[in-house]
């Protein structure tokens, strides 16, 4: 089942290639959607995919690269949008 999620990751997750490391690993799931830094130093990420490639990510981005130090996650179901064709870095 496909579903969505919105993801927001707050801590040192900026200036330390969280966005390039999430695309990696979305890439690798073959999931879709986008991550972006925030103005508030968080990292927001809206991901679509199979539900059970999902879980594999959200373990993924909840630890981050080494380099991060992820210290707060929120995470909230949203709807699909099929927009998206592959995953991204948004500037």
């Given at each position: 089942m496909?579903?969505?999620?919105?993801?927001?990751?707050?801590?040192r997750v900026?200036?330390?290639?969280?966005?390039?490391?999430?695309q990696?690993?979305?890439n690798?799931?073959?999931?879709?959607g986008?991550?972006?830094?925030?103005?508030?130093?968080?990292?927001?990420?809206?991901?679509?995919?199979?539900?059970?490639?999902?879980?594999?990510?959200?373990n993924?981005?909840?630890?981050?690269?080494?380099?991060?130090?992820?210290?707060?996650?929120?995470?909230?179901?949203?709807?699909?949008?099929d927009?998206?064709?592959s995953?991204?870095?948004?500037?």
């Amino acid at each position: 089942m496909i579903k969505g999620y919105k993801i927001q990751l707050f801590g040192r997750v900026q200036g330390v290639g969280f966005r390039y490391f999430t695309q990696k690993n979305a890439n690798k799931l073959n999931l879709k959607g986008f991550v972006k830094n925030m103005p508030d130093g968080s990292v927001l990420i809206n991901v679509f995919g199979e539900e059970s490639k999902l879980k594999i990510f959200i373990n993924k981005v909840k630890k981050g690269p080494v380099t991060a130090n992820v210290k707060k996650f929120k995470k909230e179901e949203i709807q699909v949008d099929d927009n998206y064709k592959s995953f991204r870095v948004k500037y």
